[in-house]
């Protein structure tokens, strides 16, 4: 079975540009999760979709968005880049209503901005 | 508010140590609690896991104990191995359903030959 799937594996862009990162999740689970793991700043919730709909919203800027597609694929969407954006976004994504609500992580997009 | 604290790192043994990575959690309500590890390069792997007190998580020789009288889900190895080098994360869950992971801030293990 194939694991959760994140494209690009990395990106370069300067500040003020935009950036999209892809997400596929698990064949099965409708629940995507995108998190920030940012150097000495540990790892911090992003966001939550679940069947098309943003469930949950961690502490960002709105210029941090996403959406979720009928097949529960994911973007992530990040607007005027700013230095401090330059982390390894990781996606994840569970069985919103299995019992053990485990989240699966992909390996990650890594972003840098210059 | 829902926060975990893990012991502060970096953490060396050499191969066949005993290995302890302490992790405490608060949390409103019952939490369900993690251990994911992150190799070199890689994305977060889930290791064990905790859905209720004094549940026992264990994979791969790790085991940890949902202690909700101390509020702790410790890591425990008896015998370390050097492929066991990576960057451990504890987190919890705050609901019983799938909800945001809040993650302690990570403790790096190095394991000498």
């Known amino acids: 079975e194939a694991g959760v799937t994140q494209s690009p594996t990395h990106l370069i862009k300067t500040r003020g540009q935009q950036v999209t990162l892809r997400c596929s999740p698990i064949?099965?689970?409708?629940?995507v999760y995108w998190y920030q793991q940012a150097l000495g700043l540990g790892l911090q919730f992003l966001l939550w979709?679940?069947?098309?709909?943003?469930?949950n919203r961690g502490n960002f800027p709105p210029r941090f968005s996403g959406r979720q597609f009928p097949n529960y694929s994911s973007e992530l969407n990040v607007n005027a880049l700013e230095l401090e954006d330059s982390a390894l976004y990781l996606c994840?994504?569970?069985?919103?209503?299995?019992?053990?609500?485990?989240?699966?992580f992909g390996p990650g997009t890594r972003l840098t901005v210059l | 508010g829902n926060s975990v604290t893990q012991m502060e790192g970096p953490v060396t043994l050499s191969e066949e140590a005993f290995l302890t990575i302490n992790c405490t959690y608060t949390a409103t309500g019952y939490p369900s609690l993690f251990w994911y590890v992150q190799y070199p390069g890689e994305g977060l792997q889930l290791l064990l896991k905790?859905?209720?007190?004094?549940d026992k998580g264990s994979n791969k020789g790790f085991e940890a104990t949902y202690r909700k009288e101390t509020t702790s889900f410790h890591l425990e190895k008896g015998s370390v191995q050097v492929s066991d080098s990576a960057v451990y994360f504890c987190?919890?869950?705050?609901?019983?359903?799938?909800?945001?992971?809040?993650f302690g801030q990570g403790t790096r293990l190095t394991i000498n030959p």
């Open positions: 987190a919890l869950s705050p609901y019983q359903g799938a909800q945001k992971l809040v």
């Open positions: 994840a994504s569970s069985l919103r209503l299995a019992v053990t609500d485990t989240q699966y």
């Open positions: 979709y679940d069947e098309g709909e943003e469930r």
């Open positions: 905790a859905t209720k007190a004094d």
């Open positions: 064949s099965g689970h409708t629940s």
